[in-house]
């Protein structure tokens, strides 16, 4: 096989047995201790256990197909590398993710970065991959999964700026090294992310509009058990508003889900789908065509169709889906897209919030309403770009669109979970709860904590100008 030089998101056919996966950078004055990792992915997208983390502390796994083999250094240049003998992998793993971290500084100040793969039987290179990053200490080059019965590489270049702990945490492992933990930053004493319900008056600006009696258009194609459940859910929102002083408002409602691998259990036990069936009362209630926007996203951003209500059990069927992981391959092998879909290994398995919010705010500019946008974004955690996702929020605070993010029982929701306490902002424009299993919590009670706050944000909106 001719070496290919790759760009981030690139793949390419593995025909070799093993592989050796070295990473290489240069030496010099402040540059830190840069380790090559590997971590081994059942049909999850997780570890099935602290032993499949293979490392410069645990340098063999047990079955024998992955070993760490240590730094080596040679005129200024230094390399790392992991071997993977993809023919002696369990059946169970899925994906063999090629990790890297930082000691004593970040990946901004490693020069020379990339990641080389070679036949570990002939030593030739077969692709090279050459990394940038800025403020990371762990780092996801690259990953080795099967396709169609045969093994490939994908370049991956996904930067953790919470180190290995945080990049081996979201994959499962139980890590000594605790994560640091950020100040608080100074302003109110902070409180639980749900707040009490308050009775906020409608605002003048978008203007309220008795309820609709009746169905939407569409709504009498639905199946009769799916009609009558979108039809006492369109109540229960509409209890919801009255409680929390906003009855007859009007919204554009936008559905953004989480794809990333941690997700594939939650989408299997069709807790997603039960999700966006919930959500579906919201627009049907809100907007005024009961139509949502929705995206879905990991590494990377993709916009879904609309969700038209007529449409839901063909949207569920085709939209609602994950990564291509084992899991699903087993299931149902893929024979091809079809109309709509998006392929979902684009979208990639690391959660990338901060790219979906810039792609739902653009879409907000190029589309204005006389009405607010109200966005409802599900997530099972695993945040890790605090920073930039803080920078998104903030930016948006003067934008008509209120972020209701709602956790799906896991954990490390980082600054989404701090945002109600972060000063220096005009109006509160994010919402944020977490429920260890949403398939328990009554459709009444998730309803009056989705919409607990939005009304009150379309108060302050309104005397700020916002709306």
Known sequence: MTARTLSKGANLPVDAAAVRAVLTWSEGPGVPDVDASALLLDAG????????????NQPRHTSGAVTHLGKRRDTGAVTDAVEVRLDALEPAVERV???ASADG?????VPGLALRLLDAGSGAELARFAMTATTETAFVGGELYPRQGRWRFRAVGQGYASGLAGLATDFGISVDEPRPVREAPPGPVPRAPTRPARQAPVPPGPPARPVREGPRAGEERLPYDMRERLSLRKEQVAVSLRKHGAAGVTARVVLVLDASGSMAAVY?????ADVVERMAAVAAQLDDDGEMQAWTFASAPARLPDLRLGELPEWLRLHVRIGELGLFRRRKPKKGLLPGQVDMRDVGIQNE??????EV???VRAHPTTVPTLVLFFSDGGVYRDDEIERELRAAVDEPVFWQFVGLGRSSYGVLERFDTLPGRRVDNVGFFAVDDISGVPDQELYDRLLSEFP????????????
């Open 361 to 363: 705010r653009a879409y």
């Open 268 to 272: 299997a036990r069709g807790v997603v």
């Open 97 to 99: 993710v090629l990790c």
């Open 353 to 358: 919030e901060q790219k979906v919010i810039a």
């Open 456 to 467: 009150s944000w379309i108060t302050a909106a309104g005397r700020a100008g916002v709306l």
């Open 45 to 56: 997208g997780r570890v099935r256990g602290d032993g499949d983390f293979v490392f410069y």
């Open 105 to 109: 500084g970040t990946f901004g100040q």
